[in-house]
């Protein structure tokens, strides 16, 4: 039975959410213990596939012990409580081993994508003044282009001269390692920001924050018990790190893992063969799924009791193509990597939701939408989320690592993100306020383009930017990628201009079309849009 979501948000206190999970943080906290030492030790903690049909097992006691061996590692290589870590891995049983093994130590977790080249490892390293990286063979050769890399632990059969050697490494050491208490305020993650515009940040996650990540296992993605559950996202990113790792470890409750390659056989497949019931993942995933049509999706119909989505808006499209093809609900859900996740529309609890808003403020959040003075808009006008610091008990981020952070301002946390307050209290996304189109005095965001031209039958994905104009300041162009059995002529470039202009508006639609192969993304998969951006505007002052 869903709990109203009024009723509960007006009784919701941090006090209550400690002692009903029987977390006292006053008392010290450490993340392994949280994530592994407090629950039923013979119970499942880990599924583990691997890209070669290869699988296993592992219990919360048979990752506690692990996680004492790597912890009695670190402390017998001077590693000390505060200490950061990196770990270079692909989603397999000793990337876990490693993230519980850091915390026990009282250490701290840095995460570096495996997509990652030499200088964005450089960059989060030394940033985060890393005491050890551990990686594998795949990425080891990485390591030799980074300046001033830390000693390096490397889980191979063909060990570089200098390396620790993973397995020997536990080997050789005790099962048994007390987890070393820390304080609520103090970090057990180093996360890095996207970049998107400009260089990565740091970002201190402290041992509080786990309070808010259980919140939203709990009530938005709405994991039950009994629930299979797989997060794809990984964990070189923050919303695989809080929610494939954190989140459902600190309930209690099992985390798959997938050493592979996203394809949408191997999602489908694993979805069936691991009956899994509650998935979270991107737009960007859901929107392949979608491209491979119905048929691909009938195996699994009916399946999945909860979808979850974050990284970038929802479009209303995926929602209503996974309502129909896979007989699932899929919710929006709004986070950052500063955050954590803020707004959602909750699968757990009862509210109306709202096609095309990303939901409500998380329990133990307070969100509002301010104009350029910060003063708190009324429903209807576009404006900056952010959240109040004074009225939000679950906020933890403390500002970036070793420099200002702009975003205070007062008791509020702007987000940067453009956004609407809905009548109902629910949060509608406009875009990030530096890719709000500016069009003959309209101000127009690109995500309501893009979801009605993802509409159409022949377009996989789009993005939709801001090009230079002389007489509108700005036109509405839109970069297209066709689904299969279609071609880019300059009679589907009109279609799709007259497909959006009558569901947007004259000002709204697209003015120009150009189809592309692909789209510029982050890592973890988020578009660039301002590239896109650079790019037409680069042009327009050459021209």
Known sequence: MKRPYETVAKAFTVSALEAELGIDPKAGMNACIECCDRHDQGALALHWEGRDGASADYSFGQLKALSAKFANFLVAQGVKPGDRISGLLPRTPELLITILGTWRAGAVYQPLFTAFGPKAIEHRVASAQSRLVVTDATNRGKLDEVKDCPPVVTITDDLRAGDFDFKAALAGQSAEFTPVLRGADDAFLMMFTSGTTGLPKGVPVPLKAILSFIVYMRDAVGLRPDDKFWNIADPGWAYGLYYAVTGPLAMGHATTFYDGSFTVESTYGLIKKLGITNLAGSPTAYRLLIAAGPQAAAAVKGQL??????????????????????????????????????????????????????????????????????????????????????????????????????????????????????????????????????????????????????????????????????????????????????????????????????????????????????????????????????????????A
């Open 305 to 542: 009791r909860a979808v979850s989505s974050a990284g970038e808006p929802l479009n209303p499209e995926v929602i209503r193509w996974f309502a129909e093809h896979l007989a699932a609900p899929i919710h929006d859900h709004y986070g950052q990597t500063e955050l954590g996740m803020v707004v959602n529309n909750h699968h757990e609890l009862e509210h109306p939701i709202r096609l095309g808003s990303a939901g409500l403020a998380m329990l133990g959040y307070r969100v509002c939408v301010l104009d350029e003075a910060n003063r708190e808009l009324p429903p209807g006008q576009p404006g900056i989320l952010a959240v109040d610091r004074s009225k939000s008990p679950l906020f933890w981020f403390p500002g970036y690592l070793n420099q200002e952070t702009p975003s205070f301002v007062g008791h509020y946390y702007r987000t940067g993100d453009t956004v609407e307050l809905n009548d109902d209290g629910s949060i509608s996304f406009v875009g990030r306020s530096d890719d709000i189109i500016t069009s003959a005095g309209y101000r127009i965001g690109p995500f309501d383009v893009e979801s009605a031209l993802i509409e159409h039958a022949a377009v996989v994905e789009a993005a939709v930017v801001g090009k230079p104009d002389p007489e509108r300041t700005e036109i509405v162009k839109a970069f297209v990628v066709l689904a299969k059995g279609y071609e880019p002529t300059p009679q589907l470039a009109e279609e799709l201009q007259q497909f959006v202009r009558r569901r947007l508006s004259t000002h709204a639609y697209p003015r120009e079309v150009e189809f592309v192969t692909d789209l510029p993304k982050t890592p973890s998969g988020k578009v660039q849009r301002f590239i896109l951006r650079n790019q037409e505007v680069a042009k327009a002052s050459a």
